[in-house]
């Protein structure tokens, strides 16, 4: 990768983003509305800020017409939250909408269209049938592949076979979902609290050979919000990068890597000005515990080959090297979709502020990365605290 400056220094004319707040609900099987697990979220991160009133909202949700029934969502949840009379936007990019709305929200700030912002996400799917949910997610894949019955989980086990055919141990993929529990044991906002062992995940249920159960994050509900704005605080926004690629896995170049993330990073580290030798802490997609591993690799945060064996000798873990998903990540913290990229943020906010004393990392510059569908919008947000 190269961090150089974009064609013409673009950049030089944005505005400086900074967040002043930030909260986000339990994640997990809850009974309260959407809309009021957005409210919570949303008014949580606005005191936290300490602002009343914002110039523009940005709503993230994946698919609440089916999930929910419920159409026009933005003004739905605007309304609810009681900023009716305030411009919103709703922004979809599948299970990376939340990281998009971010990147929606930043663009307002950035240019001066607006000095106050709140990005919300979340999704509520706990109250359909497992069946229903992953059909519903599925439809994120390529119809053709769709047709000869690809599903999200399928997807994920054809890319970790190839994975494991370049040398990736079974060890080595477990060892993501154990040290992602650990930490989620340390959150109690997280779907899952409870440290498990890599007999307990070799051990589990297969899903879709030869992923298991506990290779694979939750169904889950929750909200996530932030306040971006124009005035200095001590967190800025150094980076937002977007990647893209082509829907169906057929025509990928490569099974183990995703161009989308290697795009994004890209991006992201070059409005920065710096590489990923900076990073001292990530939130990084684990909807399925190998995807973790992948990404490591395409960011740059370690080698190509390399992220498994380190992950294994505990470099990825709280008081390693990098420590990667104090939040516990997909896979313990939870995925309510939409929320997910907002709420790795937020604990990206939370490290670079000290707020998280049970998993406390020391750092001054923290990633978040988030995958969207089958890894064909992703995006890399980099947080520097001043």
């Not at 609440?64 to 936007?89: I, K, R, W, Y």
């Not at 370690?302 to 990667?324: C, N, Q, V, W, Y």
């Amino acid at each position: 990768m190269t961090f150089g400056d974009p064609p013409g220094n673009l950049w030089a004319a944005m505005r400086d983003v900074w967040i002043a707040g930030a909260d986000m609900t339990r994640v997990g099987r809850l009974q309260d509305p959407l809309q009021d697990l957005m409210a919570v979220a949303t008014h949580g991160a606005l005191q936290s800020a300490d602002r009343e009133l914002p110039d523009s909202i940005v709503v993230a949700t994946m698919n609440p017409e089916e999930f929910l029934g419920d159409g026009n969502f933005a003004s739905n949840v605007a309304t609810h939250m009681g900023f009716a009379n305030v411009p919103v936007v709703r922004v979809e990019t599948a299970t990376s909408s939340g990281a998009a709305a971010f990147y929606a929200g930043f663009a307002q700030i950035a240019s001066g269209l607006a000095d106050t912002v709140v990005v919300v996400g979340g999704e509520k799917m706990t109250h359909l049938p497992t069946p229903k949910v992953s059909e519903l997610i599925g439809r994120s894949l390529d119809p053709y592949e769709r047709s000869y019955g690809t599903t999200m989980p399928a997807f994920a086990a054809l890319v970790t076979r190839a994975l494991m055919a370049r040398g990736v141990t079974e060890r080595e993929i477990a060892q993501v979902a154990v040290k992602n529990h650990a930490n989620g044991a340390r959150n109690p906002l997280a779907h899952f609290r409870e440290e498990i062992t890599p007999e307990m995940v070799l051990g589990s249920r297969m899903v879709a050979d030869p992923l298991r159960l506990f290779h694979c994050c939750p169904i889950s509900d929750g909200a996530a919000a932030i306040v971006l704005t124009a005035e200095r605080t001590t967190v800025r926004v150094a980076g937002v990068g977007q990647g893209t690629d082509a829907l169906a896995l057929r025509h990928r170049e490569s099974l183990t890597s995703f161009r989308a993330t290697q795009a994004a990073a890209s991006a992201a580290f070059a409005m920065a000005g710096f590489g990923p030798e900076r990073v001292d802490v990530a939130e990084i997609h684990d909807a399925f515990a190998p995807f973790e591993l992948i990404s490591l690799e395409d960011i740059g945060l370690f080698p190509p080959g390399k992220a498994g064996s380190a992950t294994l000798d505990g470099e990825t873990a709280l008081g390693g090297r990098l420590p990667i998903n104090p939040s516990g990540g997909l896979k313990a913290r939870g995925h309510p979709l939409a929320a997910t990229g907002l709420a790795q943020m937020v604990e990206c906010f939370w490290q670079l502020t000290g707020s998280v004393p049970r998993r406390q990392v020391q750092c001054s510059v923290a990633l978040a990365q988030s995958i969207g569908g089958p890894g064909t919008n992703n995006w890399v947000t980099i947080l520097e605290s001043r």
